[in-house]
Each structure stands twice: as structure tokens, then as C-alpha cells.
């Protein structure tokens, strides 16, 4: 997957973000938004509050395929965490490999339709 956005030379990110076009997904059993994705992690906004919520601590995402109709499970750690805007950046774990490419898929075909 290739992107035509250059990263900012100040980002302490180390892969390109890209756009979550709010995509739906879980974190745990509360509701949430992709605001933005890499092939290392994700922003999420929750329906609720994000103030119980620490850095380092491990959550699981739920990804629902619309194609499938099946969902995914993968493990996350939170870096970030914004309780102004109930805004959490976090890094898919190592057992996490191929959700940045299930995740991928998801919004080529969400976008196809």
C-alpha cells in the first residue's frame, strides 16, 4: 500500500497515518470510530469516556468485515490517550500482524461501495 501524504518532519510517528473514514469498530464492548490508521496502530474515538483509560494498558478491537460479516480480534496497547475528545492512540501488538492488512481490505471495499 502506497500514500501520497508525506508524514510531518516533527511526527514522533514512525509509520504514515491514514485516513479512518469512521469506520466502525470495538474496543471491548464499547463503540468506537477509526479517526486514523498505520500498519502499527490506530486513533479511536469512543462512544464514551476515555478517562479510565491509561497508557500501556492492553485492550482488544473488534473488527466487523461487512463482507464477511465475520469479526476480528486483535490485541492493542494504548499510547495515547485524549479525554477531551474521547481519543485514544494505540499500537496493535506483535500477535496483531495482519490487522493493518485486515483493516486495509476492509476500507478499500467499504469505499468501493
Known sequence: MTSTTEPLSNDRREAVRQPGEAYPIRVGREAARLVDWSGKGLGLQLRGGVDTLAPGQTLTVSIHSEVTNGV??????????????????????????????????????????
Open 72 to 113: 476480528a480480534l486483535f490485541p492493542i496497547v494504548v499510547r495515547r490517550v485524549d479525554v477531551d475528545r474521547r481519543v485514544i492512540g494505540a499500537d496493535f501488538l506483535d500477535e496483531a500482524e495482519d490487522a493493518a492488512d485486515f483493516l486495509a481490505c476492509l476500507l478499500a471495499m467499504s469505499d468501493a461501495r
